[in-house]
């Protein structure tokens, strides 16, 4: 399968390109992004096919069906890492809550993060054509917390690659942050900036389009790519487990083979949702994606006024640090898909010049058609925290509960909800705590230990040791000094 441009072809690229090419070099024609040319359309018989599958065997047809241009025994081993999670028989198991409500938990890799569901395979797919081609790439990942510790674990001490991955200094919990900062591989650079999300994004699409920054890199014989969801790499195993988790509602006898379901997703970076989207095109049952933000909400926003709006905006810290990001990189794939390649450019240049687009009531009505969205504040997630985990034994993490919100809001009873659990309960622990037992201004080890207490749970043990790791990576720098500090480290 070829990869086409989401603001169409401005001549410095070819107009089509096969997966690796996309992969290794993200950032397409006026600065936009790489989406499928067709999506296979796999429809209800391959639902049926794979009503018993593994995770790993339904992964492998699926992506057999994207016909992309890796190895199959390179994609083997990729699916192989999942054998590494918390279960190797499931990887992401699909929890019921309570009558209509079901939990997909996508945290169960290493770094405890959904992250590590596409990163994982992700890593061991770039370093291979990288050791295919006999070339050496320098892959930049900006992060408001989850990506980062799954990028440099995925990395960690592969053949021809370095990482750099750049992350707001203040703006990520103390557990995110350590998994970072205690990451001691030579291949590997963590960079704090004193700024937000969007500017550590800002950075990494301006150096992936930047000419004279790929020219420095070829003096170091090194070439340019990204481990952020603006690579279709990230995206194409973001699909696998919305069908997964539909199968399982199938296997758990919560719903029969055809009836359509909610999608509830917590979103930042729209790579999750993007994930669903292309797995309704492919013909999964949905009746809606719902949209879950923190009161950094642009998307609600957008879906329910057609305004991407971020005049006098700015990005306000929360209990869902992750969620922290007002430029959302994937709705361009969406805007592309629904009104096509001159509208996506003329939208997306009008975000980047006046901070601002508008859709048309028609546009509007097409994206509501799919899509609906309400956000949760920090004072609201932690009631739903507490109540779930009172009323149905249940205990979630600060974005997975801004989906409860939304579930009240814009779902039918009648219909089954599956919510998309992004991180574990470990990640942010002083948010759990307090809204849990009202406890104030916890430690983060002193949290988890009273969370692990009155939750009768484990603190995993990646958790627990990195309190006792030393920090390796100690450098924060002004966002100006980005590049030279990228270029100090090659
Ligand atoms: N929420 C993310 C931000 C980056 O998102 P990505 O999907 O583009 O990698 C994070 O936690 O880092």
């Avoid at 601002?356 to 028609?362: G, I, K, N």
């Amino acid at each position: 399968m070829n990869f086409i441009q989401t603001r169409g072809v401005d001549n410095s690229k070819p107009e089509k390109v096969t997966f690796s090419e996309a992969i290794l070099s993200p950032i397409a024609s006026f600065g936009g992004l790489y989406v499928p040319e067709n999506l296979p359309n796999l429809g209800e018989a391959f639902l049926n096919k794979h009503r018993n599958s593994s995770y790993k065997t339904l992964a492998k047809d699926m992506l057999d069906a994207f016909a992309i241009d890796i190895d199959s025994a390179v994609i083997d081993e990729a699916l192989n890492l999942y054998d590494k999670f918390d279960d190797a028989s499931n990887p992401v198991p699909v929890v019921k809550v309570k009558e209509n409500l079901y939990v997909s938990e996508l945290y169960h890799g290493p770094t405890r993060a959904f992250k590590d569901m596409a990163l994982q395979p992700f890593g061991i797919v770039l370093s291979s054509i990288a050791q295919r081609l006999n070339e050496n790439y320098l892959i930049l990942a900006a992060t408001s917390g989850d990506t980062g510790p799954a990028a440099l674990e995925t990395f960690k001490n592969r053949a021809n690659v370095k990482v750099a991955c750049l992350y707001p200094d203040g703006g990520t919990s103390d557990v995110q942050r350590l998994q970072m900062v205690t990451e001691d591989a030579a291949n590997l650079k963590v960079i704090g900036i004193n700024g937000v999300f969007d500017d550590a994004q800002s950075a990494l699409k301006r150096l992936l389009a930047s000419e004279t920054f790929k020219k420095a890199l070829q003096e170091k014989d090194t070439k340019l790519s990204a481990a952020n969801s603006v690579n279709f790499g990230r995206i194409i195993f973001q699909i696998i487990y919305h069908i997964h988790s539909y199968l399982e509602l199938v296997r758990q006898n919560a719903i029969s083979m055809g009836e359509k379901v909610y999608l509830n997703v917590p979103s930042g970076n729209f790579g999750n949702a993007l994930g669903g989207y292309y797995a309704w095109k492919m013909g999964l049952p949905v009746e809606k994606i719902i949209i879950s933000s923190n009161e950094n909400n642009v998307l609600t926003r957008l879906i329910r006024d057609g305004k991407y709006d971020l005049r006098g905006c700015e990005v306000v810290s929360t209990t869902s640090p992750a969620m922290d990001i007002l430029k959302s990189s994937n709705v361009e794939r969406v805007l592309f898909d629904l009104f096509g390649e001159a509208r996506t450019k003329e939208l997306m240049l009008s975000l980047e010049e006046k901070n601002f687009y508008e859709l048309r009531e028609d546009e509007l009505a097409r994206l509501r058609e799919l899509f609906d969205a309400d956000y949760c504040t920090g004072e609201e997630g932690k009631k739903y925290i507490k109540e779930t985990f009172e009323q149905y034994d249940y205990l979630m993490d600060p974005h997975t509960a801004t989906c409860m919100k939304s579930y009240e809001t814009c779902s039918k009873d009648d219909i089954k909800s599956i919510i998309y659990s992004t991180a574990e309960w470990t990640k942010f622990s002083p948010v759990i705590a307090n809204a849990l037992t009202g406890e104030v201004d916890t430690k983060d080890i002193d949290a988890l230990q009273s969370i692990a207490k009155v939750a009768k749970l484990q603190i995993p043990s990646m958790i627990n040791e990195l309190f006792t790791k030393e920090i390796a990576q100690k450098t924060v720098i002004e966002k100006e000094a980005i590049e030279e500090e990228i270029l100090k480290f090659l």
